[in-house]
């Protein structure tokens, strides 16, 4: 009897798929005060998010902050709410499809929240009982932050570690300077440039505590200056510099000069420690805007892939009156890439070339 060692095909079944896992970052079950309660209770106790020791911050963020924060969220999650729901989920979903449709069955791409549902867990479930060959984990956040995609790798990380067979994963952990992604933010802002002219362009991103940036800095340097202003080995987690970054291609996509455009923060939750933010804050930049004659501002959202409370409501609605009642007369929000079919074909060359 003659017995064939030789070692099987490393694809071990024509039929392995390669498992991908979509992140964003969750959104509450419904608008209600209870749902944004719950949904914010999750969000704000996570360590990476409020840095604070955790003795500190339960008490404080669930027994004081949320409580006081839940019911105006809730009215303010009202006006974003859709009949498909809240926009977060229902492109994110609408991006799964579209992205299984472009990688075919060799793959199976999966969607989940960091916070509330549908949970990673699920998604990594959906991806197990398949039997999925590997993970690969798009967090969907561009610029690297430990307070978003840091706390999607640590959930990742501390579910599978219970798994009899830990899988192998990879994770794409930051795509700020990726071509197609970079090319499809550039793509919906022509389309828009087309329709009429703008004196101006800003570039607002989520903010995140100095603090932040400056743990995730090992060799001490970042100064919040002219440094950010070229991505190196040594800042290449840099949240800063990756906007920078992303900022810099979009504006060479869009033919502009540096006097054409402002790069800012939003979204700084106010903290009686008073501890600075990213800066310069957008909401404070764009009401100098009409005094130097901008009147006509066109605003991206490049931290975000999708269109959201921080983009639709945040961008499109309160800096656009804040920016009028300072003078301003157009300020036009650039919708968030969702599932646009270039941006699907970009996710989908990502996942390929991992
Ligand atoms: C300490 C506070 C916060 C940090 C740090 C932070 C970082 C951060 N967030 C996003 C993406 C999103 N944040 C969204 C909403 C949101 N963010 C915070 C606070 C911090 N975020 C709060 C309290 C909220 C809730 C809204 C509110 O009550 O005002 C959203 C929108 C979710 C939606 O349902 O539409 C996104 C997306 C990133 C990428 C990030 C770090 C870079
Ligand atoms: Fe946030
Ligand atoms: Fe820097």
């Known amino acids: 009897m003659i017995l064939n060692f030789a070692p099987m095909n490393s694809t071990t079944s024509p039929n392995a798929r390669i498992g991908v896992l979509l992140v964003n970052l969750g959104t509450p079950d ?10 914010l209770n999750e969000f704000l106790t996570d360590g990476r998010v409020v840095d604070m020791p955790a003795a500190i911050r339960y008490p404080l963020f669930q027994g004081l902050v949320v409580p006081l924060r839940a019911p105006k969220s809730a009215k303010i999650y009202k006006e974003l709410w859709t009949e498909r729901g809240s926009p977060l989920l229902f492109h994110g979903l609408d991006l799964q499809a579209r992205v299984q449709e472009a990688l075919g069955e060799h793959y199976l791409v999966a969607f989940g929240m960091r916070y509330q549902k549908p949970s990673i867990e699920k998604a990594l479930e959906e991806l197990r009982a398949a039997a999925v060959e590997r993970i690969i984990v798009l967090p969907l956040f561009p610029q690297y932050a430990s307070a978003s995609t840091g706390s999607v790798q640590e959930k990742v990380m501390d579910l599978v570690k219970d798994w009899w067979v830990v899988p192998s994963i990879s994770f794409i952990s930051q795509f700020a300077t990726d071509p197609g992604f970079i090319a499809t933010i550039v793509a919906r802002g022509r389309a828009e440039m087309d329709k009429q002219h703008y004196d101006h362009v800003v570039l607002s ?25 070229t991505l190196t ?7 800063r510099a990756q906007c920078f970054a992303t900022s810099r291609l979009i504006a ?18 106010q903290s009686r420690l008073r501890d600075p933010w990213l800066q310069p804050y957008t909401d404070e930049a764009l009401k100098e805007f009409p005094a130097k004659g901008i009147k006509n501002v066109l605003a991206f959202s490049p931290a975000f892939v999708a269109d959201c409370l921080e983009t639709t409501i945040e961008v499109g609605e309160e ?36």
């Open 252 to 269: 060479a996509g869009l033919g502009l000069q540096p006097e054409q455009y402002t790069v800012a923060f939003q979204s700084r939750l």
């Open 205 to 229: 991103y989520h903010g995140i505590p100095e603090r932040h940036v400056k743990k995730g800095d090992p060799t001490n340097y970042c100064r919040f200056g002219s440094c950010c202003d």
């Open 319 to 354: 800096f656009k009156e804040l920016f009028e009642s300072a003078g301003g007369q157009h300020w036009q929000l650039v919708p968030s890439l969702n599932s646009e079919p270039q941006w699907v074909e970009a996710v989908a060359a990502m996942v390929r070339r991992n």
């Open 30 to 39: 419904s608008p209600n005060t209870p749902d944004v309660r719950r949904y």
């Open 233 to 239: 080995p040594q800042n290449q987690y840099c949240y």
